[in-house]
């Protein structure tokens, strides 16, 4: 089967797996968040107090339409300092749940818009952080950055606190297609911040780049690469755009008529790999491309490669807080997820309470599932013992993985399953015949974006 009646066949609605048992089937009225706070404590004991911190700051002065992020628009900075303190007070109420002083070892501030706080408000937030915690030696700071008004001040003032690593949302460069996402900065201004994080010192910077957004071509799409490639980032995200207006109501602004169709979107993707690949860029994972040089190819080589709710990481750590509006925890045995409303967050943090609103306590077939899924997710590769393949959940998932190994998606053996070059593509499908909780109930309504 060629490449075309594949995409074909196998553009159906499928989740991104950045966790197992995927958001719609976690509790909410049920979820018990002692139980949550008790699955904490053993991991990080476990993990002898190390954790990775994300922190959701959700303000942006404009929408972007094409978003899928949990945002807050607004012109008005005087809610950096409010959130900010909030975010702090969350902060301590797990480092004094926790009992002991945390190490960190990942922090990500990701939005919204990271940038749209001050620098002095970013350095408040960093060091009020780090107040009652240690930093690990090999510790990971990064920041999703607007190219339009991150500033050599924000630069320098992370930078000095720690930060190596930043990612700017470029989406595409043609005038059109900014329009119509209302996401608009130009090549130059790219360039600029871009070479000001070189000059300063930082070792990783990302673009990320979106296909299939409404009326991108393949002319204005290969112009914006073009425009890419000459700036040499160290790393390439290469999205496909998730048009999901049932749940991000922005996305009407424009319908599917402005949408390129499957064959197109797919030309558009190849296109982009293929550039990508014949420039030096090495493919990572799912949608990620990065230089040999860059740490998250080392990562690919030495096995360590990791995802989570924060992407893709050089190395695994079991301990994910998140802290702000509707961010996410994993402590591998159990997700928790914040509410959803700046007003309700800063609401329960000033009283002094947890503002977790739902989340999952995985089973034993839920810890194996997620296992197997990782496994694909960053080595392309998972294997099973001979007890596990006669389990009933398992027995399932074999079925479902021969039609794909029929269509050369995967080689299927008796305890293990390898992902070929052209498995590569649809990686989220070969997740998707490990999704037990799915298959035994599909969701009420749509959740899920198309898989292409």
Same mark, same amino acid.
């Given at each position: 089967?060629?490449?075309k009646?594949?995409? +074909?066949?196998?553009r159906?609605?499928?989740p991104?797996? $950045?966790?197992?048992?995927?958001?719609?089937?976690?509790?909410?009225?049920t979820?018990?968040?002692?139980?949550?706070? $008790? =699955?904490?404590?053993?991991?990080?004991?476990?993990?002898?107090?190390?954790?990775?911190?994300y922190?959701?700051?959700?303000?942006c002065?404009?929408?972007c339409?094409?978003?899928?992020?949990?945002?807050r628009? @607004?012109?008005?900075?005087?809610?950096?300092r409010?959130y900010?303190d909030?975010?702090l007070?969350e902060?301590d109420?797990?480092?004094?749940h926790?009992?002991?002083?945390?190490?960190?070892?990942?922090?990500?501030?990701?939005?919204? $818009?990271? @940038?749209?706080?001050s620098?002095?408000?970013?350095?408040?937030?960093?060091?009020?952080?780090?107040?009652?915690?240690?930093?690990?030696?090999d510790?990971?700071?990064?920041?999703?950055?607007?190219?339009n008004?991150?500033t050599?001040d924000?630069? =320098? /003032?992370?930078?000095?606190?720690?930060?190596?690593r930043?990612?700017?949302?470029?989406?595409?460069?043609?005038?059109?297609?900014?329009?119509i996402?209302?996401r608009?900065?130009?090549?130059?201004?790219?360039?600029?911040?871009?070479?000001?994080?070189?000059?300063?010192?930082?070792?990783?910077?990302?673009?990320d780049?979106?296909?299939?957004?409404?009326l991108?071509?393949?002319?204005g799409l290969?112009? /914006?690469?073009?425009?890419v490639?000459?700036l040499?980032?160290?790393?390439?995200?290469?999205?496909?755009?998730a048009?999901?207006?049932?749940i991000?109501?922005?996305?009407?602004?424009?319908?599917?008529?402005?949408l390129?169709?499957?064959?197109l979107?797919?030309?558009?993707y +190849?296109?982009?790999?293929?550039r990508f690949?014949?420039?030096?860029?090495v493919?990572?994972?799912?949608?990620?491309?990065?230089?040999? /040089?860059?740490?998250?190819?080392?990562?690919?080589l030495?096995k360590?490669?990791?995802?989570?709710?924060?992407?893709?990481?050089?190395?695994?750590?079991?301990?994910?807080i998140?802290?702000g509006?509707?961010?996410i925890?994993?402590?591998?045995?159990?997700?928790?997820?914040n509410?959803? $409303?700046?007003?309700?967050?800063l609401?329960l943090?000033?009283?002094?309470?947890?503002?977790?609103?739902?989340?999952?306590?995985l089973e034993?077939?839920?810890?194996?599932?997620?296992?197997?899924i990782?496994?694909i997710?960053?080595k @392309?590769?998972?294997?099973?013992?001979?007890?596990?393949?006669?389990?009933?959940e398992?027995?399932?998932?074999?079925?479902?993985?021969?039609?794909?190994?029929?269509?050369?998606?995967?080689e299927l053996?008796?305890?293990?399953?390898?992902?070929?070059?052209?498995?590569?593509?649809?990686?989220?499908?070969?997740?998707?015949?490990?999704d037990?909780?799915l298959?035994?109930?599909q969701?009420?309504?749509?959740?899920?974006?198309?898989a292409?």
């Amino acid at each position: 089967m060629n490449i075309k009646l594949l995409t +074909e066949k196998y553009r159906v609605a499928a989740p991104r797996y $950045t966790s197992y048992p995927t958001v719609p089937y976690w509790e909410e009225e049920t979820f018990n968040l002692n139980d949550w706070l $008790t =699955c904490l404590k053993s991991s990080y004991d476990k993990e002898q107090h190390a954790v990775s911190l994300y922190i959701h700051l959700p303000f942006c002065e404009s929408l972007c339409t094409y978003c899928g992020c949990n945002t807050r628009i @607004t012109r008005n900075h005087g809610v950096e300092r409010p959130y900010i303190d909030a975010v702090l007070k969350e902060w301590d109420l797990y480092a004094d749940h926790l009992g002991s002083k945390p190490v960190i070892k990942e922090i990500h501030l990701g939005g919204g $818009t990271p @940038t749209f706080f001050s620098p002095e408000n970013l350095a408040l937030l960093i060091r009020g952080l780090q107040d009652k915690a240690s930093v690990h030696a090999d510790a990971e700071f990064s920041i999703e950055g607007h190219p339009n008004n991150t500033t050599s001040d924000h630069l =320098c /003032t992370l930078y000095a606190l720690g930060f190596r690593r930043i990612s700017f949302g470029i989406q595409d460069f043609d005038v059109k297609v900014q329009q119509i996402i209302n996401r608009i900065q130009s090549c130059e201004s790219v360039k600029t911040v871009t070479d000001q994080a070189r000059t300063i010192g930082y070792q990783s910077i990302n673009y990320d780049l979106i296909y299939g957004l409404p009326l991108q071509t393949p002319e204005g799409l290969r112009e /914006t690469i073009s425009k890419v490639l000459a700036l040499r980032p160290d790393r390439i995200a290469f999205y496909s755009y998730a048009h999901v207006p049932w749940i991000k109501p922005g996305q009407r602004r424009y319908t599917e008529a402005h949408l390129p169709s499957a064959e197109l979107k797919n030309k558009l993707y +190849e296109m982009g790999r293929e550039r990508f690949i014949a420039a030096g860029y090495v493919e990572i994972g799912m949608d990620h491309f990065t230089l040999k /040089t860059d740490s998250l190819y080392k990562a690919e080589l030495d096995k360590t490669l990791h995802r989570n709710f924060m992407g893709y990481t050089e190395h695994a750590n079991n301990v994910l807080i998140g802290l702000g509006v509707s961010a996410i925890s994993d402590c591998w045995t159990a997700f928790a997820q914040n509410v959803k $409303t700046v007003e309700s967050y800063l609401k329960l943090v000033n009283a002094g309470e947890f503002p977790v609103i739902r989340g999952h306590i995985l089973e034993e077939t839920d810890l194996k599932i997620r296992r197997h899924i990782l496994n694909i997710m960053c080595k @392309t590769y998972t294997s099973w013992g001979v007890s596990e393949r006669q389990e009933p959940e398992m027995k399932g998932i074999l079925e479902r993985l021969k039609a794909l190994a029929a269509d050369g998606l995967v080689e299927l053996r008796e305890y293990d399953l390898k992902v070929t070059p052209l498995g590569k593509r649809f990686l989220r499908n070969i997740c998707m015949a490990f999704d037990a909780r799915l298959w035994a109930r599909q969701p009420e309504t749509q959740k899920f974006s198309i898989a292409d």
